[in-house]
């Protein structure tokens, strides 16, 4: 079954000083993924200055800002896509991703199958 873990990273006021994932810990932590087979898609995302939000009104007009500038005090930082047996496994995927640590959170959700 396919899951997707959601990397959220803290808000500023959130990290945990000292507890920060390294690069070499995200390095590691890809190479375990891409060498168990369980690899589907994945992808860091730019940062968060760089994104816009599109709203469409009842009335089909579309109202663009820049930046989410949503209510939360994570930052989603990018994704996993795995294919593993079950929720458990996925689950033990996510509690070994760096960006668990440091304040952060990752968020497993099933891919829907609409095919089957």
């Known amino acids: 079954m396919k899951y997707m873990l959601l990397i959220n990273s803290a808000g500023t006021d959130q990290a945990q000083e000292g507890c920060e994932a390294s690069f070499e810990d995200w390095m590691a932590y890809d190479k375990a993924v891409q060498e168990a087979g369980i690899f589907v898609a994945g992808h860091s995302l730019a940062d968060l200055t760089t994104a816009t939000t599109v709203r469409v009104d009842a009335k089909g007009e579309r109202a ?20 593993v047996p079950d929720l458990d496994v996925a689950l033990d995927w996510a509690a070994r991703c760096p960006g668990a640590t440091g304040g952060g959170s990752v968020v497993v959700r099933p891919i829907a199958d609409f095919e089957g």
């Open 64 to 83: 663009i800002t820049d930046g989410p500038f949503a209510e939360t005090r994570e930052v989603l930082g990018g994704y996993y896509v795995i294919d």
